[in-house]
């Protein structure tokens, strides 16, 4: 037998098959015969079996799970779709000199997909949408407590990271003004080397490496006359921090020796 003729006998007994609302299957005791390729009434005598002795196919069936009393029922109800693959099954392997070429057609082809996917196949038959249960109100309570939580992780996260983002910004900030300064430090000390002055001192530090003693009355005086020839040529007075006389003015060397000369004339 082909596969066409097995398509032609799954054809024929279309009418014999259906599926409930869960998609279970189950066909008629012909069908099933069909399939099998045995005669109706062989089917018919296992499943009476079950009222006196069990026949192979019954203790079979029995052994996965399917009570007598289900077998004898099946011959008007119809036979449900796990016991059919049993009994294709039987008959394609265990059934000795009652073993049919068709059974084994039969089984190879729904081990694939399963009897029950095939029935539902051939009835067309779709899995209904689930009707979702309308929540209880402990239920709704639970999501709504839960969706808060989500929602409150979600911000202490959010706030964790603007923390964290203000913090680097603060620390490059600072990070850039100490660079600033130290820039700032590099540029006065570059234009002190390159002033076509020379080196810049304090009137007091001035004296001091000349070897001359000066009053601090003196100092000022010279002080104030540096610091006028410096306005005159454009020069920058630079302030620096010390500890007898508070801020004191650096000036160029030519701009010291010129006030010096000029007090020794």
Known sequence: MSQIEV???IEQIKQEIEVDANGQGKASVRAAARLAGVDEKAI?????????????????????????????EWKTKGIPDIAIAIILDYYAHEAGRYCTKQARLVC????TIGVRAWIQDVLGWVKPPTVQQPQSPIEIILQNAQNLVAIAQQLFEQ???QRELEQAILAQQNFNQQLQHRLKAVEVEQDRVNTPCGHKYSVVGFANLQGLEISVKEAGAKGKKASALCRNVGIEIERIHDPRFGKVGLYPESILVEVFKAEQN
């Open 7 to 9: 398509a032609q006998i």
């Open 44 to 72: 018919r005598n296992s499943l009476d079996s079950a009222e006196l002795k069990l026949s192979r196919l019954a203790t079979i069936l029995t052994e996965h799970g399917f009570h007598p009393a289900e077998l004898r």
């Open 108 to 111: 190879k082809a729904f081990n």
């Open 159 to 161: 706030d964790c990271r």
